[in-house]
């Protein structure tokens, strides 16, 4: 590869890495201003998170097209390829984390029908744990560090956690008071879709590991290698 070219492709990438840290920061503030406007009961703050989703799809494409040149104009081989197939990954996982903090706005709005209750604390933890997860990974991808995608990984368990804690919390009150049914439930939903950011990160910093070391870690595949030595 001549220089001249070759300086051209990873300007193109610097670029590419530069539109996914955009897409990475609007996916968690959408994400963190979701919670809020449902710990606010802030009806046009949700709204706003849901007009809002039209810049993460647009990132989304921006990203596509820009791998599908680098495809087309340099065709990467080795580590540069797996770098770029895995931005499209991750540009998808990020698109998903917005319909995500959608989701969570939908919410928001749903409980204005209802009478306050208590916000669970669990709920501040997971949008916190989930968020944290997700600058993480992609901060390890975009350093190429194998072991902060692994300490990302590692993290999920604690939501996984707090949504089952959240989940029996909220039942044992919908059990004592009935007519907070409708509101738990919703809240119910929020933290599925807390859970669910989370497990995206978690796949983003897969992606890492998988890139930098040449290891699959999806559904502990290294643990069952380990095991069968």
Known sequence: MNAQPHRHFHDELGRLKDRLLD??????????????A????????????VADDRLIDALEIEIEEAVTNLLALHQPVARDLRLILSALKIANDLERV????????QSAEHLLAYRAITPVPELV???RIAREMLAESLNAFIRGDASLGRAVCARDDQVDALNDSMFRILLTHMAEDPHIIGAAMELVLVSRNLERVADLATNIAEDVVF?????????HAEDKVRSEK
């Open 211 to 219: 890139l930098v070391e040449g290891k699959t870690i999806k559904h």
């Open 125 to 127: 933890e997971m949008a």
């Open 38 to 49: 449902l710990l606010d009961r802030d009806a046009a703050a949700a709204a706003q998170i």
């Open 23 to 36: 897409m990475s920061a609007q996916a968690e503030e959408s994400l963190h201003r979701s919670v809020q």
């Open 98 to 105: 917005g319909d995500h903090a959608v989701n969570i706005a």
